[in-house]
C-alpha cells in the first residue's frame, strides 16, 4: 500500500503544483500588466512588480482549488487511460479505499489553502495596502470614506449613540477628515466634533487634533448651540484601530478572525452585516473545496479511455471549476440581495458539487 500512496500522491502533487504555477504566471503577469498602468501615475516599474507579486497569495488562495480539480483529474486520468487505476482496482482497491486514500492529499491540500488564505493574503493585502498608501501620500482611501457606529455607556448609566465618518486613515492609526455625531436616545443630536487630522490606537482611544466642538442644548429655550475650539480632544470608544481599517479597507486584508469580530461588532452597533457574515462563512468554509475538488476528480478514474482522451477530461474538469467559482460568487451576491442566511449561502455551492460527484461516483462504481 505504500508503494500505491508514494505512486499516487507525487503524481497528485507535481501535476497540482505544475497547474498551480501555471495558474499564478498567468494572473501574475496581468496584475503586473495592470500595475504598468499607474507608471505614468510617477510608480517606479520594481514597485508595479512588488505589487504585483503582494497580489499572488490572494491569488493562490482563490485558484488552488480549482488546480487541485484539474491537477488531480489529469493525474487519476492518465492512470485511468494507462490501466494503471484499473490495475489498482483488480488488486483489491476497491470504493471506500479509494475515498480513504486521497482523503490524506486533499487534507493537506485543505490545509494549504487555510493558510494561504487565513495568514499569507491578509499580511500581503496590508502591506500591498501600505505600500499603495506610500505612493500616494500614506493614507487609505475609500470613495466617500467611512461611516460607522458607537454605543457608550457614560458615569450616570445613560446611553450615548454616536456616528462617525472618517474620509481617510493609515494603517498606523493616521486619520483624516474626521466628524463625530453625538445623539442622546430619543434622536437629538448633542454634539458634533469635526477635526481634520487625528490618530487611534487599538484600544479605541481617538485623540483630534484642532478639533472644533459644537454643542445643541437638551431643549430648545436654553438657548442656541455653542461652538467651542479649536482644541486638542480625546475620546474612549469601542472604533479602535482595527474596527476603521475594516471600515475602510478590502474584506480580503482581515483573516477568519478579524471578520468575525468586525461582524459581532456590527451586530452590536444594530449596523447590516450580512456582507461580512456572508464573507466570514466564504473564508471559513473556502478551504474544504480542495477536498470537494478531489472528490469531483475520483469520477474520471472509473471512466475508460473510450470515454474521451486526457484533455478532454482535463476541459471538462476546468468546466466544472470554474462553474463552482461562478455559482460561489453569484450565491455570495444573491444571499446579500435575499437576506439568506449566510452560513447556508456559503456552504451551499460546495454541499451540492458534493453531492454531484458522489452521485456520479455510486453510478459509475455500479455500471461500469
Request: aromatic letters at 12%; hydrophobic letters at 50%.
Amino acid at each position: 500500500m505504500k508503494t500505491v500512496r508514494r505512486l499516487l500522491y507525487r503524481d497528485m502533487v507535481m501535476a497540482v503544483a505544475f497547474v498551480a504555477l501555471g495558474f499564478l504566471g498567468l494572473f501574475y503577469f496581468q496584475a503586473f500588466t495592470e500595475e504598468m498602468e499607474r507608471l505614468r501615475k510617477g510608480q517606479a516599474l520594481t514597485q508595479g512588480a512588488l505589487l504585483a507579486a503582494l497580489e499572488l497569495p490572494n491569488l493562490f488562495y482563490e485558484v488552488f482549488p480549482i488546480a487541485v480539480l484539474i491537477g488531480t483529474i489529469f493525474s487519476l486520468s492518465r492512470m485511468a487511460q494507462s490501466s494503471e487505476f484499473t490495475i489498482l482496482r483488480t488488486g483489491g482497491l476497491g470504493p471506500g479505499r479509494a475515498l480513504k486514500l486521497l482523503a490524506a492529499p486533499a487534507l493537506a491540500f485543505t490545509a494549504l489553502t487555510f493558510v494561504a488564505g487565513d495568514v499569507l493574503a491578509p499580511m500581503a493585502e496590508r502591506w500591498s495596502e501600505t505600500l499603495r498608501a506610500q505612493f500616494s501620500g500614506g493614507l487609505v482611501q475609500r470613495a466617500g470614506g467611512a461611516w460607522m457606529k458607537d454605543r457608550l455607556v457614560d458615569a450616570q448609566g445613560q446611553e450615548r449613540l454616536f456616528t462617525v465618518h472618517v474620509r481617510s486613515a493609515s494603517l498606523e492609526g493616521r486619520l483624516e477628515g474626521i466628524r463625530i455625531f453625538h445623539f442622546s436616545t430619543d434622536g437629538r443630536l448633542r454634539e458634533r466634533w469635526e477635526a481634520e487630522t487625528g490618530q487611534v490606537d487599538g484600544d479605541g482611544r481617538w485623540r483630534l487634533f484642532a478639533a472644533q466642538q459644537m454643542v445643541w442644548p437638551e431643549s430648545p429655550s436654553e438657548g442656541a448651540w455653542v461652538k467651542r475650539g479649536p482644541t486638542d480632544a480625546e475620546w474612549a470608544s469601542h472604533l479602535n484601530l482595527g474596527v476603521v481599517s475594516a471600515a475602510l479597507l478590502s474584506a480580503k486584508t482581515m483573516s477568519t478572525l478579524e471578520l468575525f469580530r468586525y461582524t459581532r461588532h456590527l451586530s452590536e452597533q444594530a449596523q447590516s452585516s450580512q456582507r461580512y457574515e456572508i464573507q466570514f462563512w466564504r473564508r471559513a468554509f473556502y478551504p474544504l473545496a480542495c477536498l470537494v475538488m478531489v472528490a469531483l476528480a475520483l469520477p474520471f478514474a472509473y471512466l475508460h479511455a473510450r470515454a474521451g482522451g486526457v484533455s478532454a477530461k482535463v476541459f471538462g474538469g476546468i468546466m466544472l471549476g470554474i462553474s463552482f467559482v461562478l455559482l460561489s460568487n453569484l450565491s455570495g451576491h444573491l444571499g446579500v440581495l435575499n437576506n439568506w442566511t449566510p452560513w447556508a449561502v456559503a456552504a451551499a455551492p460546495s454541499l451540492l458539487y458534493l453531492g454531484l460527484s458522489m452521485a456520479a461516483f455510486a453510478w459509475l462504481v455500479r455500471y461500469r
